[in-house]
């Protein structure tokens, strides 16, 4: 039953991309000098389109990407897919003004689609505002669905009378009792700590299946999610509130009165404790965002050694460096989601300490 | 690449520092790990909070430096 309705779901998604695939052309880039950095940006970056193979055939080089839904407030709501902009290479008019997808942004124009630059070579044409279902939004909605579907199936299992676990709750329990015990229990005093678990798991489980899913080369994947800058501010941010919002009389006291100390060391200490509330999430957004992008740009950097030294003798080093690169990633990527929770748990729990040490 | 430019050399001092930085923690701990197995479990943790607020100084001035140059 379990393989006729994997069987099913890949059908539908073979026949859903077969029809809105786009297999566009590209002729005479072949010969083009392989820029490395170029390459690097386009997969850091975020997207309007899902890019899934690039393949050869006679000669032209063609791209077979997934559309994505492009949404514009400017002058009213334009929805349109992003298959319209033909990688960039057409303009899409709605209404008066003309658009063009230029270096994965969409510009406003002219009818022929000049983009103007400034003396710093930095785009000059204003932007309307974009709300698009980006390659990011998307690979999250993706990483969502797997959340629910993997912990709605485990949590299944603890309805009925208790049993020895299996299946997919034996790999989820002890990751849990993890976060509980060494994570939520460790640093928050213990009454007071199943208040934040539901927020330390989905933040330790979202930050850790992301950074997987970006690990993974191909079309699932591929997404820099928790390398972009947006993410990691709204889960800092998530911190931040969570942590002040549940701050005792006593956290704010050590903040803006330090109790103990003379009283000219008490108005220093009250400006570095309030600009250390800003400090620590922010150092949580960009640990994780340097983090995980870094790993992305070794990884490719390394692949690119092969096409800009142009020799098939570099092969087996470069994929013999970036599997070793693979392996401490997968490391990271399960680190990254420890600190992140770790210190958001050390954060609530300097917040929601009681007064007796 | 323009060459060896102040950004470059500041960031490579701050690599530097923060390596020297963690690696003393990494050190300390080890030892104390050694000197005290049964509690190896609340040093790890230590160890990791003090390692991460030195990478969170050094990735500010990583930031700056990438804002700078």
């Known amino acids: ?357 | 690449m323009e060459g060896l430019s102040l950004t470059t050399i500041g960031l490579g001092l701050i690599i530097s520092g923060a390596a020297y930085g963690i690696g003393r923690i990494a050190q300390s701990a080890m030892e104390a790990m050694g000197r005290q197995p049964e509690i190896s479990s609340k040093i790890q943790t230590a160890m990791i909070i003090a390692a991460a607020l030195i990478e969170g100084a050094a990735l500010f001035a990583i930031v700056v430096a990438l804002m700078k140059g």
């Open chain 1, 1 to 357: 039953m379990q393989h006729i309705r994997l069987f099913i779901a890949l059908s539908v998604l073979w026949a859903i991309t077969q029809n809105s695939f786009a297999a566009d052309t590209h002729g005479d880039d072949s010969e083009k000098e392989f820029d490395p950095m170029e390459m690097i940006m386009h997969h850091i970056a975020d997207s309007h389109e899902w890019h899934v193979v690039s393949y050869n055939s006679n000669g032209e080089e063609k791209h077979i990407t997934i559309p994505l839904p492009v949404i514009l407030i400017d002058n009213g709501l334009h929805v349109f897919m992003s298959s319209a902009f033909h990688h960039g290479e057409e303009l899409v008019k709605k209404g008066d003004t003309y658009y063009k997808l230029y270096h994965g942004k969409i510009y406003r124009t002219d009818a022929s689609g000049t983009i103007a630059y400034d003396d710093n070579h930095e785009v000059t044409n204003s932007k309307p505002l974009d709300f698009s279902i980006t390659r990011n939004v998307a690979s999250m909605w993706l990483s969502i669905i797997l959340i629910i579907w993997l912990f709605t199936s485990a949590a299944k299992r603890y309805r009925g009378p208790p049993s020895a676990p299996k299946g997919v709750q034996s790999f989820v329990e002890p990751l849990i009792l993890f976060v509980r015990d060494d994570i939520a229990y460790a640093q928050i005093d213990k009454h007071k700590a199943d208040r934040f678990l539901p927020f330390l798991l989905t933040l330790f489980f979202f930050i850790w299946i992301n950074n997987l899913l970006g690990l993974i080369p191909f079309f699932p994947g591929g997404s820099n999610l928790t390398g972009n800058i947006s993410l990691t501010l709204v889960l800092a941010l998530i911190t931040f509130f969570v942590t002040n919002f549940s701050g005792t009389k006593s956290y704010w006291g050590h903040i803006f009165w330090m109790p103990g100390v003379p009283v000219p060391i008490r108005l220093l200490l009250s400006v570095i404790e309030f600009i250390g509330l800003f400090t620590k999430p922010f150092a949580l957004m960009i640990r994780l965002l340097a983090n995980i992008t870094a790993g992305h740009i070794i990884i490719l950097s390394l692949f690119s050694l092969i096409f800009v030294m142009k020799s098939i003798a570099i092969a087996p080093v470069s994929v013999l460096m970036v599997l070793m690169m693979f392996m401490l990633e997968l490391l990271v990527a399960v680190l990254q989601a420890y600190i992140f929770t770790l210190l958001s748990a050390l954060f609530i729990g300097m917040a929601v300490a009681s007064e007796e040490h």
